[in-house]
């Protein structure tokens, strides 16, 4: 196993180790949370007004799904550079799951537990983020054109910095 894919492999487990405690966090002991801070308090979804709770609840979920789904992404990343040689694809792929995880989760994460508005200007950041990792692990894996020598010299791996 190449170090690429035991350092991608070891983050997404983890990382999806954390999101199910955050899931079960917004499951079953944050709602009581929301429901006294935002007392009182309405958000506009899809032009209906929801108490602001039950907004950032489910805002808080969000993260966690994207940050599970980004997880099993990540070790998606690590098992393919087990036989991929396009390592610098998969390097980018990682290494913007993991950065797409911190800003769009997170940042759902800082503004429901905060309030502070201004961190939903991030999460399109780790939007873009996330979707630029998804093409970068496909065309990491795809078996057509070129590749046939492995690539060092794209963004290194976490543990090899």
Not at 3 to 28: E, M, P, R, Y
Request: proline residues 2%; aromatic residues 12%.
């Amino acid at each position: 196993m190449s170090c690429c894919s035991l350092n991608w492999s070891t983050i997404g487990a983890a990382l999806g180790g954390l999101a199910v405690i955050l899931g079960a966090f917004a499951a079953h002991g944050i709602d009581g949370y929301f429901a006294e801070k935002y007392a009182g308090q309405v958000k506009t979804v899809t032009g209906v007004e929801v108490p602001a709770a039950q907004k950032y609840l489910n805002d808080f979920k969000t993260g966690a799904q994207y940050q599970m789904y980004h997880s099993l992404a990540l070790l998606a990343v690590g098992f393919a550079g087990v036989t991929s040689r396009k390592q610098k694809l998969l390097n980018i792929a990682g290494w913007c799951f993991l950065l797409g995880i911190i800003f769009f989760s997170g940042s759902l994460y800082v503004l429901t537990l905060s309030g502070q508005t201004f961190w939903g200007a991030i999460a399109p950041i780790g939007g873009t983020l996330l979707i630029v990792g998804w093409f970068s692990l496909a065309a990491g894996v795809c078996s057509c054109g070129g590749g046939s020598t492995i690539e060092t010299d794209g963004p290194e791996t976490p543990a090899s910095t």
